[in-house]
C-alpha cells in the first residue's frame, strides 16, 4: 500500500469515526471468510458495515476525533463495526459473538462516551431507533383509536352516556 492508499484508507476512517453514532472495536482472530461475511451481511441488514484496518492507520485517523481514546483498544487482529444508529452496530455485534465465540468485543465508542465491553453489551440491550419510533407512534395513536371507537360506538352506548352526564348536573 503506498502513502496517497494510506492517505485515502485514513481519510474514510476519519470519517467513520466522526460520523457513526457508535463504533465496535473487536478482536476477530479465527474467524473464518465465511464467518465473517456473515458478520458483514448482518450488519448490512441492520444499517452498519465492519471494517477491518490496520491499527497504526485508525490510530492516525482518530487523532483529535470525540473518541480518540478508543486507540488504546487497537492492537492485535481488530474489526471496527459501525452504525449510524446507536444501537444497531453493538446489537449486531453482540449477537454475532454470542453464536461465534471468536469474535471477542473489546469496547467501542457512543459520540465522545468510551465504552468498555460491559458498555457494548448496555448498548446492545438498549431498543433501536426503529422500535422506539414504533413505541411512541403507538402512544400517540392509542387516544385517537379510544376517540373512534368511541364514536363508532353504538347510539345506544352514547346515549346511556349523555343521560349519565344529565343526572349527575342535576345532582
Request: hydrophobic letters at 45%; one cysteine or more.
Amino acid at each position: 500500500m503506498d502513502r496517497a492508499q494510506k492517505e485515502k484508507v485514513v481519510e474514510e476512517l476519519g470519517q467513520i469515526f466522526e460520523s457513526s453514532g457508535v463504533v465496535v472495536v473487536a478482536h476477530y482472530e479465527g474467524l473464518t471468510v465465511a464467518e465473517m461475511q456473515g458478520l458483514r451481511a448482518k450488519m448490512r441488514e441492520a444499517g452498519g458495515a465492519v471494517r477491518v484496518a490496520k491499527n497504526r492507520l485508525a490510530k492516525i485517523a482518530l487523532e483529535g476525533k470525540p473518541c480518540a481514546s478508543i486507540a488504546d483498544l487497537l492492537s492485535g487482529m481488530t474489526v471496527l463495526a459501525y452504525s449510524e444508529d446507536p444501537v444497531a452496530a453493538a446489537k449486531v455485534a453482540e449477537d454475532f459473538a454470542k453464536e461465534n465465540k471468536k469474535l471477542v468485543i473489546l469496547g467501542g465508542a457512543m459520540g465522545e462516551s468510551v465504552l468498555d465491553s460491559d458498555g457494548v453489551k448496555a448498548v446492545a440491550a438498549m431498543p433501536s431507533r426503529e422500535e422506539l419510533i414504533a413505541s411512541i407512534a403507538g402512544c400517540i395513536g392509542a387516544p385517537a383509536s379510544n376517540i373512534a371507537g368511541a364514536i363508532g360506538a353504538p347510539a345506544s352506548n352514547i346515549a346511556g352516556i349523555l343521560s349519565t352526564l344529565e343526572e349527575r348536573e342535576a345532582a
